[in-house]
């Protein structure tokens, strides 16, 4: 795991303490400490004035030194970082260095800040400008972390300087005292002249040393009293940027290291800090009595959602509240808690009516990557429960909220793999059910029965089942059904300009199946049925639409990670009207996860076109990028088509003109 920002910061002594602490007993203007060996710039100065064409921004990375001393007690982390500015625009933009440290478990130390020119040192620690920034940027969402950001402005910036900037933290680590963790790249995004990264080890326990992608292993030497691991390169070439790159992914070499061996050692320590806890409040114990006689899928839905639902999520993140669990009785008493809080209650409750449960550790954003890491405490950011049912496995994320399902058919939660929480356990990948019905089922009917002079009639049936019913059910609890019905008008009036709704917008919620129901039904005035509408009048099977957020990249050398799995599909109906020289057929096409297909049936006077849209993994690898985006580029252009209905004009809008020359019945769909 990288280190936040890295946690420098020279606070402005103005500045209020944080945590009870004082500026002084956190931060501090000092050398670098005596255990640190100097790098030498020398490679990267010889360079440093020569813009080349693989730094677009302008900017190149001249050294890049971390150097780690690890003892029984804890650690001193130092850090040194110059770069170069060889644009007027990167050195106008680049003089600011943002740090972030944490005054609960760290105390900081700024070594030095120089300017480099023409070859000559220029120290600049005494003229920076420096303001607090950033106190708790996330407590809009709940979460308060105790961390303090500062951003400091270095004067006098030049195009072809370095700046060059070193601090040094000393971390305690009261959650696993005399224990280790580090994650960090050998290669990145921007070229970097010379990169270093040297870990002492004092400590009684033996680093372990993972590496991903090309990374080269570490050079071993001994001391006195310490075994020291150095990485270290120059010239390293840029390696291409892309996004949603798979956590699993090995495409930036990196290693990660750790003091601990197993990841059976850290459920170890997280069985006992996070051991069911059955002292509830009064108030609770009443609703376990009430509860204990359900069936007992019954008692987990009542469980799973009264956590869900009715315990807010606030995460209170300072100090020991990052790894420390609050007890259940005191969760249920202030009606508030963040994943850990939340999960534990959630096994607390499960355990006190008779269910197997223990919460279980992951990462939102790399939990799929975990696999690739070295055992740690630290490797994790959020907290679910495992529930056992038979042999089937159930995670279940209590941080949720107005999930539906009936256990154990839920949204599962999946963030790759997670790790149970109880004595024995390691990494266990966190299996989603593939949905067996359409997540996003659309059903539009055009009733072009009546006589057009009468105009026309529209009704839309949606049903959203899983992951779909839950975003949209917390989507309604956060707006007016007023709003829904207004949203939902206009997206059809912009299609078709003059529509207007019958009724309001009906919305029917089966928690139980987790199926969302939504039913419109519009008009199109005569008078809005103009030449020019009718003439092009389109259709757009939007809902089976999925929303790739990257899929331009045919030649990307590394897979693609998407939002989720999915499935979609849209039937347009079009009554009333002679399509049969429209023939009947299905087309159905499959590019790596992407299964795409498209079918034209008719029922007497009727015509439906089905579409349907299913990505059967949510990642796409690399060599497949090219035929899906192939395939997703084709099946989203036969989505929207066109029927010229002239023939069918109003008689009181027909004129002598059109009822001669009009074209009849025409359809303009794209194939597959």
């Given at each position: 795991?990288?280190?936040?920002?890295?946690?420098?910061?020279?606070?402005?002594?103005?500045?209020?303490?944080?945590?009870?602490?004082?500026?002084?007993?956190?931060?501090?203007?000092?050398?670098?400490?005596?255990?640190?060996?100097?790098?030498?710039?020398?490679?990267?100065?010889?360079?440093?004035?020569?813009?080349?064409?693989?730094?677009?921004?302008?900017?190149?990375?001249?050294?890049?030194?971390?150097?780690?001393?690890?003892?029984?007690?804890?650690?001193?982390?130092?850090?040194?970082?110059?770069?170069?500015?060889?644009?007027?625009?990167?050195?106008?933009?680049?003089?600011?260095?943002?740090?972030?440290?944490?005054?609960?478990?760290?105390?900081?130390?700024?070594?030095?800040?120089?300017?480099?020119?023409?070859?000559?040192?220029?120290?600049?620690?005494?003229?920076?400008?420096?303001?607090?920034?950033?106190?708790?940027?996330?407590?809009?969402?709940?979460?308060?972390?105790?961390?303090?950001?500062?951003?400091?402005?270095?004067?006098?910036?030049?195009?072809?300087?370095?700046?060059?900037?070193?601090?040094?933290?000393?971390?305690?680590?009261?959650?696993?005292?005399?224990?280790?963790?580090?994650?960090?790249?050998?290669?990145?995004?921007?070229?970097?002249?010379?990169?270093?990264?040297?870990?002492?080890?004092?400590?009684?326990?033996?680093?372990?040393?993972?590496?991903?992608?090309?990374?080269?292993?570490?050079?071993?030497?001994?001391?006195?009293?310490?075994?020291?691991?150095?990485?270290?390169?120059?010239?390293?070439?840029?390696?291409?940027?892309?996004?949603?790159?798979?956590?699993?992914?090995?495409?930036?070499?990196?290693?990660?290291?750790?003091?601990?061996?197993?990841?059976?050692?850290?459920?170890?320590?997280?069985?006992?800090?996070?051991?069911?806890?059955?002292?509830?409040?009064?108030?609770?114990?009443?609703?376990?009595?009430?509860?204990r006689a359900l069936p007992v899928t019954e008692r987990i839905d009542w469980a799973t959602r009264f956590v869900q639902d009715d315990i807010t999520y606030f995460s209170n993140s300072v100090g020991m509240g990052a790894h420390m669990p609050r007890r259940p009785a005191e969760t249920l008493k202030s009606g508030y808690g963040d994943c850990k809080d939340k999960s534990l209650l959630l096994v607390s409750i499960l355990k006190a009516l008779g269910v197997e449960a223990v919460v279980a550790l992951t990462d939102v954003d790399e939990g799929a990557g975990l696999i690739m890491r070295a055992p740690s405490p630290f490797?994790?950011?959020?907290?679910?429960?495992?529930?056992?049912?038979?042999?089937?496995?159930?995670?279940?994320?209590?941080?949720?909220?107005?999930?539906?399902?009936?256990?154990?058919?839920?949204?599962?939660?999946?963030?790759?793999?997670?790790?149970?929480?109880?004595?024995?356990?390691?990494?266990?990948?966190?299996?989603?059910?593939?949905?067996?019905?359409?997540?996003?089922?659309?059903?539009?009917?055009?009733?072009?029965?009546?006589?057009?002079?009468?105009?026309?009639?529209?009704?839309?049936?949606?049903?959203?089942?899983?992951?779909?019913?839950?975003?949209?059910?917390?989507?309604?609890?956060?707006?007016?059904?007023?709003?829904?019905?207004?949203?939902?008008?206009?997206?059809?009036?912009?299609?078709?300009?003059?529509?207007?709704?019958?009724?309001?917008?009906?919305?029917?919620?089966?928690?139980?199946?987790?199926?969302?129901?939504?039913?419109?039904?519009?008009?199109?005035?005569?008078?809005?049925?103009?030449?020019?509408?009718?003439?092009?009048?389109?259709?757009?099977?939007?809902?089976?639409?999925?929303?790739?957020?990257?899929?331009?990249?045919?030649?990307?050398?590394?897979?693609?990670?998407?939002?989720?799995?999915?499935?979609?599909?849209?039937?347009?109906?079009?009554?009333?009207?002679?399509?049969?020289?429209?023939?009947?057929?299905?087309?159905?096409?499959?590019?790596?996860?992407?299964?795409?297909?498209?079918?034209?049936?008719?029922?007497?006077?009727?015509?439906?076109?089905?579409?349907?849209?299913?990505?059967?993994?949510?990642?796409?690898?690399?060599?497949?990028?090219?035929?899906?985006?192939?395939?997703?580029?084709?099946?989203?252009?036969?989505?929207?088509?066109?029927?010229?209905?002239?023939?069918?004009?109003?008689?009181?809008?027909?004129?002598?003109?059109?009822?001669?020359?009009?074209?009849?019945?025409?359809?303009?769909?794209?194939?597959?």
């Amino acid at each position: 795991m990288a280190l936040p920002l890295l946690s420098a910061s020279w606070l402005l002594l103005a500045a209020a303490p944080a945590s009870g602490l004082s500026d002084a007993d956190t931060i501090t203007i000092s050398a670098a400490p005596d255990w640190v060996v100097e790098a030498s710039l020398e490679h990267g100065l010889a360079t440093a004035t020569v813009p080349t064409a693989a730094t677009p921004s302008g900017q190149r990375t001249v050294l890049y030194d971390t150097q780690v001393d690890v003892r029984n007690d804890g650690y001193s982390l130092y850090r040194r970082h110059a770069t170069a500015y060889d644009t007027m625009v990167s050195a106008r933009s680049g003089p600011q260095v943002t740090l972030t440290f944490d005054p609960s478990k760290e105390h900081l130390a700024i070594n030095e800040v120089n300017i480099w020119r023409n070859g000559q040192s220029i120290d600049v620690t005494s003229d920076l400008d420096i303001t607090r920034v950033q106190d708790e940027p996330r407590r809009a969402a709940g979460v308060i972390t105790g961390f303090i950001t500062v951003q400091a402005t270095v004067p006098d910036l030049q195009p072809g300087d370095v700046l060059d900037w070193s601090a040094t933290w000393d971390v305690t680590t009261p959650n696993w005292p005399g224990h280790f963790s580090y994650d960090f790249n050998t290669e990145w995004a921007v070229t970097s002249e010379h990169d270093r990264t040297r870990i002492i080890n004092r400590s009684d326990n033996p680093l372990r040393i993972v590496g991903r992608g090309d990374a080269e292993e570490a050079l071993v030497t001994k001391a006195a009293d310490a075994t020291i691991y150095s990485w270290e390169r120059q010239d390293i070439p840029a390696v291409p940027y892309y996004d949603d790159i798979p956590a699993d992914a090995p495409y930036y070499a990196g290693v990660s290291v750790s003091t601990i061996t197993a990841w059976q050692d850290v459920a170890r320590w997280g069985a006992d800090l996070y051991a069911a806890d059955l002292r509830f409040t009064p108030d609770m114990e009443q609703k376990l009595a009430a509860n204990r006689a359900l069936p007992v899928t019954e008692r987990i839905d009542w469980a799973t959602r009264f956590v869900q639902d009715d315990i807010t999520y606030f995460s209170n993140s300072v100090g020991m509240g990052a790894h420390m669990p609050r007890r259940p009785a005191e969760t249920l008493k202030s009606g508030y808690g963040d994943c850990k809080d939340k999960s534990l209650l959630l096994v607390s409750i499960l355990k006190a009516l008779g269910v197997e449960a223990v919460v279980a550790l992951t990462d939102v954003d790399e939990g799929a990557g975990l696999i690739m890491r070295a055992p740690s405490p630290f490797a994790f950011d959020h907290a679910v429960v495992r529930i056992s049912h038979g042999d089937d496995t159930v995670y279940v994320d209590a941080t949720e909220m107005l999930q539906g399902g009936s256990f154990p058919n839920v949204d599962r939660a999946d963030f790759g793999y997670a790790l149970p929480l109880r004595a024995g356990a390691t990494l266990e990948a966190m299996a989603p059910a593939r949905p067996p019905l359409p997540l996003t089922d659309v059903t539009e009917r055009y009733d072009f029965s009546a006589a057009l002079d009468d105009g026309l009639q529209l009704s839309i049936r949606t049903v959203r089942r899983g992951a779909e019913a839950n975003h949209f059910r917390r989507q309604l609890a956060a707006m007016k059904k007023d709003d829904l019905a207004r949203e939902y008008r206009e997206y059809y009036q912009a299609i078709y300009p003059g529509l207007e709704g019958i009724d309001a917008v009906r919305v029917e919620d089966d928690r139980a199946r987790n199926e969302l129901t939504i039913e419109e039904v519009y008009t199109i005035p005569p008078q809005a049925l103009t030449p020019t509408l009718l003439r092009h009048f389109p259709f757009d099977a939007d809902g089976a639409r999925y929303r790739f957020a990257t899929l331009n990249e045919a030649e990307r050398p590394v897979a693609l990670q998407t939002d989720r799995a999915f499935f979609g599909q849209h039937r347009i109906i079009v009554d009333g009207l002679d399509l049969n020289d429209q023939p009947s057929s299905t087309q159905s096409t499959i590019a790596g996860p992407l299964h795409a297909q498209r079918r034209v049936s008719h029922d007497g006077g009727r015509t439906i076109f089905d579409y349907r849209l299913e990505m059967t993994d949510n990642r796409i690898e690399a060599q497949d990028m090219a035929a899906v985006a192939d395939l997703y580029d084709r099946f989203t252009t036969s989505l929207t088509f066109r029927l010229d209905l002239r023939e069918a004009l109003p008689s009181a809008a027909r004129t002598a003109d059109q009822s001669t020359t009009g074209k009849g019945l025409m359809i303009e769909l794209g194939g597959l």
